[in-house]
């Protein structure tokens, strides 16, 4: 059996470039601390959706996708 990845969070390409910019920078110094990513988690949840349902699972769908094995190379804004 082979794991699949997540499917993307549902954002907008946009809010994606957005999402794999700062994850970029946030992986820049070779670690992405756990306050990074609940720190990303909070603000883009909070700016991608209004309503607090959607926010919680906005908030996982990131979270699902911030935990992938992503070679930063690939999070490029091509």
Do not use: C
């Amino acid at each position: 059996m082979t794991l699949q990845p997540p499917p993307p969070p549902s954002i907008t390409p946009q809010q994606m470039n957005l999402l794999r910019t700062v994850a970029a920078l946030a992986w820049s110094d070779g670690h992405l601390a756990l306050e990074e990513v609940d720190l990303m988690l909070e603000r883009f949840s909070a700016l991608f959706a209004t309503d607090p349902v959607e926010q919680q699972t906005l908030q996982q769908e990131l979270r699902d996708y911030l935990a992938q094995n992503i070679p930063w190379k690939s999070l490029s804004l091509n």
